[in-house]
Structure formats: structure tokens, C-alpha cells
T-cell receptor, first 114, second 114 residues
Framework: AQSVTQLGSHVSVSEGALVLLRCNYSSSVPPYLFWYVQYPNQGLQLLLK??????LVKGINGFEAEFKKSETSFHLTKPSAHMSDAAEYFCAVSPSGAGNMLTFGGGTRLMVKP | EAGVTQFPSHSVIEKGQTVTLRCDPI?????LYWYRRVMGKEIKFLLH????????ESGMPNNRFLAERTGGTYSTLKVQPAELEDSGVYFC????????????FGPGTRLTVT
């Protein structure tokens, strides 16, 4: 069985500040891990994914995430927030086999203050 | 290349009525997934098609939900009869062949049952 916990349903940062969105997972098998972003009135867009290669994963729009097996974490970071980063972010896990369902966390809504 | 499309974008129906949601995956994608997000909750898996066959329908809530994928192309999800707790956003996603773990999501259908 798998589960994902995202700490903080709402996170607010100032423009230019560090963005840190937390994700912890549990999985009985080696996981694949994903971060998705949903902008208003749009579908989910893949930001980045970890599939057992490099533990530091770089994604689109300057985001990156680090897989830490010992902490069962996959936190999402961005050094400097932009107003356009305001959206809802979802962490998801899939067992390490292709074509499997995603298990999502509850989502974190990121607000960026000018 | 066209992305995953879903129709309608919004649907408001009364309790007891029937609603059919449609998903058109990316052309050539064998895997098609349905997910649902009830307000305030996490996105949850409903079912997975590989071509026209149901690979995994463990997330379907009950027998009021019927999913089909005609000829391995588009898919429909019928809710009959609808109940208040069926309200939420229904997402469709698709991915390529057996080795693909990157799912592409549609914009979702927001279903409101009154």
C-alpha cells in the first residue's frame, strides 16, 4: 500500500523568496515519485519525476526535488518565487512499474505575495 | 499534438439523474486513467484501461459508475443514478505503452449533483 502526505494545504511566500513544498511518502516497493502543478482552470501538468536515477531531479520552471530514501521525502523547492508560480501542487507516488496508478497527496496551494 | 481533452467541462445535474463524461486521450496512448477529486480531498484513482480492456478498476466507488473505452480510443464514464456525494472534479489521464510512467492529464470535468 502507498500513501502520500503533503504538509501544509496552503503555503504563502513573498516574490523572490525560497519555495519549499513538503512531501513524504510510504511505499512497500521502490517508488516512482512525481510533482504535478495545476494552474487555475487547467489540467495537471507534470513538473518533475523521480524514477530511480539521480536523486536530485530538475524540472520545469526552475523547480527541483530531492529524493531522500532515509527520510521517505521528496520535497519540492525553487530558489526564487515568481508571481506566476501561484498554483496548486500535488505530490504523487507510483510503484516502480510502468503503467501503474498514481496515489496523490492532498495538494498544497502556493500563494505568492508581491 | 493535441492533449487530453474532456467533455463537458462542467455539468450540473439533479440527484437521481444520469451523466456521461467523455475523455479523449492523446492519440496513440494505450493507457487511459480516470481519477476523481472530491472537494477538500485528495485526487483518487478510479480505474485504468489498457487499450479497450480494464486493467484495474479497484478505485470505482460502486456499481453506479460504469466506464467504457470503445475500440481503445476515447472513454466514457457514466454515473447512474447520480448521488450528492458524486460531486467533484473527474480527471482523465493517458500515457503511452507499457514502459511509460508519465501520465498526461486533461482539464477535468466538474460535476455538481444537487
Amino acid at each position: 500500500a502507498q500513501s502520500v502526505t503533503q504538509l501544509g494545504s496552503h503555503v504563502s511566500v513573498s516574490e523572490g523568496a525560497l519555495v519549499l513544498l513538503r512531501c513524504n511518502y510510504s511505499s512497500s516497493v521502490p517508488p516512482y515519485l512525481f510533482w504535478y502543478v495545476q494552474y487555475p482552470n487547467q489540467g495537471l501538468q507534470l513538473l518533475l519525476k523521480y524514477t530511480s536515477a539521480a536523486t536530485l531531479v530538475k524540472g520545469i520552471n526552475g523547480f527541483e526535488a530531492e529524493f531522500k530514501k532515509s527520510e521517505t521525502s521528496f520535497h519540492l523547492t525553487k530558489p526564487s518565487a515568481h508571481m506566476s508560480d501561484a498554483a496548486e501542487y500535488f505530490c504523487a507516488v507510483s510503484p516502480s512499474g510502468a503503467g501503474n496508478m498514481l496515489t496523490f497527496g492532498g495538494g498544497t496551494r502556493l500563494m505568492v505575495k508581491p | 499534438e493535441a492533449g487530453v481533452t474532456q467533455f463537458p467541462s462542467h455539468s450540473v445535474i439533479e440527484k437521481g439523474q444520469t451523466v456521461t463524461l467523455r475523455c479523449d486521450p492523446i492519440s496513440g496512448h494505450d493507457n487511459l486513467y480516470w481519477y476523481r477529486r472530491v472537494m477538500g480531498k485528495e485526487i483518487k484513482f478510479l480505474l485504468h484501461f489498457v487499450k479497450e480492456s480494464k486493467q484495474d478498476e479497484s478505485g470505482m466507488p460502486n456499481n453506479r459508475f460504469l466506464a467504457e473505452r470503445t475500440g481503445g480510443t476515447y472513454s466514457t464514464l457514466k454515473v447512474q443514478p447520480a448521488e450528492l456525494e458524486d460531486s467533484g472534479v473527474y480527471f482523465c489521464a493517458s500515457s503511452q505503452g507499457h514502459q511509460s510512467y508519465e501520465q498526461y492529464f486533461g482539464p477535468g470535468t466538474r460535476l455538481t449533483v444537487t
